[in-house]
């Protein structure tokens, strides 16, 4: 679990990443991230009902976006928030292959846009 420094909690900062954030698109999230003026990485993970309308399953993905996402608050640049979307094709796939994506799109998008859009 993330650890409560590293929550995007409040509707104002959510709000703020949603209308000024970059954004990277994989197959299977959307995040959109913008600039803070902390010296930590925020996360917010969405998965609305559009995913599955069973509760169980929408927190299931939301452990496990979290879970990949601890990885990688530490390793990248901090002073970020993170809205993370799933999309729908999240839900049919196992952990590995999600973690596998999302390291792959991270990693490889991560450093063109965020330095070009937010430096």
């Known amino acids: 679990m993330l650890s409560s420094k590293n929550r995007l909690r409040k509707k104002s900062d959510i709000n703020k990443v949603f209308k000024q954030g970059a954004y990277i698109a994989g197959n299977f999230i959307f995040l959109k991230f913008a600039k803070n003026n902390l010296n930590t990485n925020r996360f917010t993970f969405v998965v609305s009902s559009k995913i599955s309308k069973k509760a169980v399953l929408r927190n299931k993905i939301k452990r496990q976006l979290r879970e990949i996402f601890k990885k990688i608050a530490f390793k990248q640049q901090s002073g970020f928030d993170f809205l993370v979307v ?3 094709g999240i839900i049919s ?14 990693n490889s998008k991560n450093n063109k846009n965020i330095s070009k859009k937010l430096f």
């Open 93 to 106: 796939k196992k952990f590995r292959e999600i973690e596998k994506e999302i390291n792959e799109t991270f």
């Open 86 to 88: 799933a999309k729908p």
